[in-house]
Structures are given as structure tokens and as C-alpha cells.
């Protein structure tokens, strides 16, 4: 239930055109704004964007980063959610110890009250936070036969983020780029810190801004999973692989709506949506055809 602040990197962001939003889960709609007229939306967006590039980090639930932010559905409507039980069903007096990778974490004192708590006072944003005990999921089908070492989709398409750097400065930048960051750049709980990954993250968008490509692109910051940290909203129903956890997800573009928080439901097929409609595409199947549009976070002129 431990909540460390991303807000303040979001602020640093939002003169430039920021829209955010939840992945996974939806709430209800606050503030009242018009929904985009899509037609005019999907019009304006293939004739302005050549670029998307999504970037994912990894591990944070959306209270955990934005649970505080101005007009999000944050911890303060959390309200009975932070209740805890054992796995008796009895409510916890006090929250147990936290753990890291099986350990108790000591830099925690006991007692802590069962709410949403800052984990500065224990972690610094320049320390690493505490990883779960399983790993059930780990390393599960991540290399794919088309992109095995040494086949020619690997040369064409698996690249390193020097690549991107060198191809955003020459404006040779594909029309889809994915970004994944190295382990310490990523965010990720036990080897990375929130502080140096997002100030990463901040410094590609930058370099982004100030690229020719700018004024024809839309970045999409988004998350991984949840890594196991609380958020209030309970997923809505789905099948076996989800809707999950909500996932934070930032909409950075000359057409983002500017100072806008969504909330709409979302998952993050409607990237993959969005990328179909962009380019006239077939959708991979049933769920991204059925995805809500991200069209709702586009103005149809550079704002």
C-alpha cells in the first residue's frame, strides 16, 4: 500500500501537451469534458502524426505514482479498499512487515497503520523499494523464433536505444517505435530507482521535443504491470489475462489535450488500436478491434 510520488516529473512534462490516464481499470468520469468527435479526431490524427513511440517502464500501479495527483481518482477515494485482511479473512490491526524477495525489510518500522502511506521517510526516490516473492511469470515466452539472435527480423528491428538516438537526430525515425529501458533505467523495484528512471525517461522526451520529429509525433508513457503494488480500483471483469491492476499511462504530443486527466477504461491494446487506425491496419485479433480509442486524448490542432 506504499505510495512514493511521480508527480512532480509529470509536472515538468505537462507545458509541453501531457494527457493521463489509467490502463486496466476504469472510474467514473471527472471532469465533465466533451468527447472528441471521433471522426474528426481520426482525420486530424493520420493527417498530423507520423510517429508514436511508446515507451514502457516497469512495475507501478497508478495510485503508487499518482494516487495524489489533482483531479485523478486517487487514494483520497479510496475508502474501504484499504482495508486488509490475513488469508483467514480477518482485517490486520496493523499492516504485516513488508518484505523484499522474502525478507522482512527493516527500513520499515512496525506498527504502520492500515492506509496508503509515503514511502520516503524509509526509501528515498534514489533507493530501490522491495520486490515480490514469485516468480511464476518470469522469462515466459519473451524470444520469439521470428526474432532469435542472428535472423534478419532481429538486424531489422530489434535495436538499442543508441539506434533511436542516432535515427531521431538524422530524422530517420521509423513510424513505431518501442522503447524498453535497461534494467537500471527502468524502475523496476530491488535493482532500479524511481528518481533515475524517470529523469531518463524526461531526457528521451526531451531530446524528442527539441528533434525535428516533434511536431508530427505522439509518446505514450505507460507501465509494464502493476508489480504487485496497491491500487484501490478493483480490475473489471475479463477473462485469464485480464483487465489487471491499473497502470499509469501519459499521453505527451503537440495534440495531446493539455491538463486533462482521462477516464475512460482502457487496456493497453489501444495502443496497438491506435497504431491499426493510424495506418489503415488489420487489428491482431478480437480484443485490441474491441479496445476504446485513445482518440479521446487527441485535439484535432497542435495545442
Same mark, same amino acid.
Given at each position: 500500500?506504499?505510495?512514493? /510520488?511521480?508527480?512532480?516529473? !509529470?509536472?515538468?512534462?505537462?507545458?509541453?501537451?501531457?494527457?493521463?490516464?489509467?490502463?486496466?481499470?476504469?472510474?467514473?468520469?471527472?471532469?465533465?469534458?466533451?468527447?472528441?468527435? %471521433?471522426?474528426?479526431?481520426?482525420?486530424?490524427?493520420?493527417?498530423?502524426?507520423?510517429?508514436?513511440?511508446?515507451?514502457?517502464?516497469?512495475?507501478?500501479?497508478? =495510485?503508487?505514482?499518482?494516487?495524489?495527483?489533482?483531479?485523478?481518482?486517487?487514494?483520497?477515494?479510496?475508502?474501504?479498499?484499504?482495508?486488509?485482511?490475513?488469508?483467514?479473512?480477518?482485517?490486520?490491526?496493523?499492516?504485516?512487515?513488508?518484505?523484499?524477495?522474502? /525478507? #522482512? @525489510? !527493516?527500513?520499515?518500522?512496525?506498527?504502520?497503520?492500515?492506509?496508503?502511506?509515503?514511502?520516503?521517510?524509509?526509501? /528515498?526516490?534514489?533507493?530501490?523499494?522491495?520486490?515480490?516473492?514469485?516468480?511464476?511469470?518470469?522469462?515466459?515466452?519473451?524470444? $520469439?523464433?521470428?526474432?532469435?539472435?542472428?535472423?534478419?527480423?532481429?538486424?531489422?528491428?530489434?535495436?538499442?536505444?543508441?539506434? $533511436?538516438?542516432?535515427?531521431?537526430?538524422?530524422?530517420?525515425?521509423?513510424?513505431? !517505435? $518501442? *522503447?524498453?529501458? #535497461?534494467? %537500471?533505467?527502468?524502475?523496476?523495484?530491488?535493482?532500479?530507482?524511481?528518481?533515475?528512471?524517470?529523469?531518463?525517461?524526461? @531526457?528521451?522526451?526531451?531530446?524528442?521535443?527539441?528533434?525535428? !520529429?516533434?511536431? %508530427? /509525433? *505522439?509518446?505514450?508513457?505507460?507501465?509494464?504491470?502493476?508489480?504487485?503494488?496497491? @491500487?484501490?480500483?478493483?480490475?473489471?471483469?475479463?477473462?485469464?489475462?485480464?483487465?489487471?491492476?491499473?497502470?499509469?499511462?501519459? #499521453?505527451?504530443?503537440? $495534440?495531446?489535450?493539455?491538463?486533462?486527466? =482521462?477516464?475512460?477504461?482502457?487496456?493497453?491494446?489501444? #495502443?496497438?488500436?491506435?497504431?491499426?487506425?493510424?495506418?489503415?491496419? @488489420?487489428?491482431?485479433?478480437?480484443?485490441?478491434?474491441?479496445?476504446?480509442?485513445? *482518440?479521446?486524448?487527441? %485535439?484535432?490542432?497542435?495545442?
Amino acid at each position: 500500500m506504499a505510495k512514493e /510520488s511521480g508527480v512532480q516529473w !509529470c509536472r515538468r512534462l505537462l507545458a509541453a501537451g501531457v494527457f493521463l490516464m489509467a490502463w486496466r481499470a476504469g472510474f467514473p468520469a471527472t471532469p465533465a469534458r466533451a468527447a472528441v468527435d %471521433e471522426a474528426a479526431a481520426t482525420t486530424a490524427f493520420k493527417a498530423h502524426i507520423e510517429h508514436i513511440i511508446v515507451i514502457y517502464q516497469e512495475n507501478w500501479s497508478f =495510485d503508487g505514482l499518482y494516487g495524489k495527483f489533482p483531479g485523478a481518482n486517487g487514494l483520497a477515494n479510496a475508502g474501504a479498499a484499504t482495508r486488509q485482511v490475513d488469508r483467514t479473512g480477518q482485517p490486520y490491526l496493523t499492516l504485516p512487515p513488508p518484505r523484499n524477495v522474502g /525478507s #522482512i @525489510d !527493516c527500513r520499515f518500522p512496525g506498527g504502520l497503520p492500515v492506509m496508503p502511506f509515503d514511502l520516503t521517510p524509509y526509501i /528515498s526516490p534514489t533507493g530501490f523499494t522491495g520486490d515480490l516473492v514469485h516468480r511464476f511469470y518470469q522469462e515466459q515466452l519473451q524470444n $520469439f523464433a521470428n526474432y532469435a539472435d542472428h535472423t534478419p527480423a532481429k538486424a531489422a528491428h530489434l535495436k538499442d536505444e543508441q539506434d $533511436f538516438t542516432v535515427a531521431l537526430q538524422g530524422a530517420a525515425l521509423p513510424h513505431v !517505435c $518501442f *522503447l524498453k529501458m #535497461i534494467g %537500471e533505467d527502468n524502475e523496476h523495484p530491488q535493482y532500479a530507482n524511481l528518481l533515475r528512471g524517470q529523469q531518463h525517461v524526461a @531526457d528521451v522526451v526531451a531530446a524528442i521535443q527539441h528533434s525535428a !520529429c516533434w511536431k %508530427e /509525433s *505522439l509518446i505514450i508513457i505507460t507501465y509494464d504491470e502493476h508489480g504487485g503494488r496497491w @491500487d484501490h480500483v478493483a480490475p473489471p471483469s475479463g477473462d485469464r489475462w485480464g483487465p489487471g491492476t491499473r497502470v499509469p499511462a501519459i #499521453i505527451i504530443s503537440p $495534440f495531446a489535450r493539455r491538463h486533462y486527466v =482521462d477516464h475512460t477504461i482502457y487496456d493497453t491494446t489501444a #495502443i496497438l488500436k491506435l497504431i491499426e487506425t493510424r495506418w489503415d491496419l @488489420d487489428p491482431l485479433g478480437t480484443r485490441d478491434a474491441s479496445a476504446n480509442s485513445l *482518440l479521446n486524448a487527441l %485535439e484535432t490542432a497542435p495545442q
